[in-house]
């Protein structure tokens, strides 16, 4: 009997589940056997755990999907496990099961490879970050801010909030994706613009107190001049403090942030995003640049090892590290591997190949968010900047549907959604 091929998808977030739900949409069970690894049992919905901080819910009961049940649905596998090692001459996988310790380790073979494992966010590599930086990027730490904030361990002192530097690679990187300074900007906005809201409402001042800074020459380039400098004027006028070029954090103290360009900034919260890193072990693979991101051509395959995809934050074309990005490539791959598989046509998987667009909902506080819709950045000419309570309903909105479709949205809703952001409202 002849075997399926087998489709190994590690990571299981917002890349990854995406990959895994749409490769289904093309490539029945009986045609291929796809499996997913990802050392936590849930996907776990990162942009929204602020907005849960802030209204002092808890995001672990809220923010996490379970894998294995929406899986199931497609006949996928799934595997709780760490992903020890990848070799992509033998193409094998070493695996160890997470789910309780003393698991043995366990070798998987692939036809096909999705690499959908992010990135380290590098807290550990800021010098006083344990002790006195805070963030927002997972149930940890949302909820130790949220215990801080809420339960009068904040005294209402100055605010600081900005990101370390980035370090991208350039071994064959894809000649539109910019350099940057910073990994994703988009949130340090959201949480000054939110928190002052926060503040104003727990009668702890406002905007004054927060100063946002960026190791870049402007914060959030990714999303065009023009938006930035809109934001900026914006966020200058209601009066937080803003510093650029800081280049890099050299460390954190009690009383505020000390930066490799010699400035320093007074602090009593400092919330911080950080460097994003590749995993060790796909340092020095010979499907990453010189640091550890996977390179891809723009269907999302490496180009030596065709076998081999990358997409959301592990790719080194995913600049910025926004899930949107991620969640937009996975249509991209699911197409492309379904092609290889021999359920669409070469013209059928290549009718979208990479292109990149900045699409972010960022929370304003009183009901509000922003939307930026941009490509700029990349040569384009999308710069779509508007604010309201209808952008914070969707970005609530997108969540729930996230949810309640198991993490598949239809290409259409997804294309309906900025359509709609851009054209409607
Ligand atoms: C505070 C914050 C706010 C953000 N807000 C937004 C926003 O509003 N909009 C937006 O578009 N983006 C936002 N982002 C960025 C977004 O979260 C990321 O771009 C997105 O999560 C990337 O998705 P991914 O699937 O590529 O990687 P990840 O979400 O990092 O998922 C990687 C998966 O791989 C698993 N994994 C990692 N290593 C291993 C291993 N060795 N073995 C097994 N499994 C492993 C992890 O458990 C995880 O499930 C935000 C990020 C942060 C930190």
């Not at 904040?154 to 350099?179: C, E, N, W």
């Not at 800074?213 to 938006?227: M, W």
Request: aromatic share 10%; hydrophobic share 40%; net charge negative.
């Amino acid at each position: 009997m002849k075997t399926k091929p087998h489709v190994l998808i590690l990571g299981g977030n917002f890349a990854g589940l995406q990959v895994a739900r749409h490769i289904r949409d093309h490539v029945k069970p009986e045609d291929a056997s796809v499996t997913v690894v990802d050392k936590r049992s849930y996907l776990l919905f990162i942009p929204n755990i602020l907005m849960e901080i802030l209204e002092n819910k808890n995001p672990d009961s809220s923010m996490q999907l379970p894998l294995a049940p929406v899986l199931d649905k497609d006949e996928t596998r799934f595997i709780q496990a760490e992903v020890l090692d990848i070799d992509v001459e033998s193409k094998k996988v070493t695996i160890q099961p997470t789910e309780r310790p003393g698991t043995t380790t366990d070798v998987l073979t692939y036809d096909y490879l999705v690499i959908a494992l992010g990135n380290r966010l590098a807290f550990d590599k800021i010098d006083g970050f344990a002790e006195h930086g805070h963030t927002v990027s997972d149930g940890f730490y949302g909820n130790k801010l949220r215990h801080y904030l809420h339960e009068g361990g904040y005294k209402g002192g100055p605010i600081a909030i900005g990101s370390a530097r980035f370090h991208q690679g350039t071994k064959g990187k894809l000649d539109f994706v910019p350099m940057a300074k910073a990994a994703c900007e988009g949130p340090p906005v959201e949480i000054a613009l939110s928190l002052a809201s926060w503040m104003k409402h727990h009668e702890m001042g406002g905007p004054e107190k927060v100063t946002i800074f960026t190791p870049a020459d402007l914060i959030a380039e990714d999303a065009g001049k023009n938006i930035v400098k809109q934001l900026l004027e914006i966020a200058g006028g209601m009066g937080f403090g803003y510093k650029n070029k800081l280049e890099d954090i050299k460390q954190i103290g009690k009383d505020g942030i000390e930066f490799a360009n010699g400035e320093s900034i007074e602090a009593e919260l400092k919330i911080i995003l950080p460097d994003w890193v590749p995993h060790e072990f796909l340092k020095g693979l010979p499907i990453c640049d010189e640091k550890g991101f996977v390179i891809t051509n723009k269907q999302l395959k490496n180009p030596d090892y065709p076998e081999v995809y990358a997409a959301g934050d592990a790719a080194a074309c995913t600049v910025p590290k926004l899930g949107s990005i991620g969640h937009h490539q996975s249509y991209i791959v699911a197409r492309q591997l379904a092609r290889d598989l021999g359920a669409l046509s070469d013209e059928e998987a290549d009718s979208e190949l990479y292109s990149p667009e900045v699409i972010c909902y960022g929370d304003m506080g009183d009901g509000k968010a922003f939307y930026i819709h941009s490509n700029v950045w990349y040569g384009g000419d999308i710069e779509i900047l508007k604010m309201g309570k209808l952008y914070y309903d969707l970005k609530v909105a997108f969540k729930t549907s996230y949810f309640a479709m198991g993490g598949k949205v239809p290409y259409w809703q997804w294309k309906m959604g900025s359509w709609m952001g851009d054209k409607i409202l």
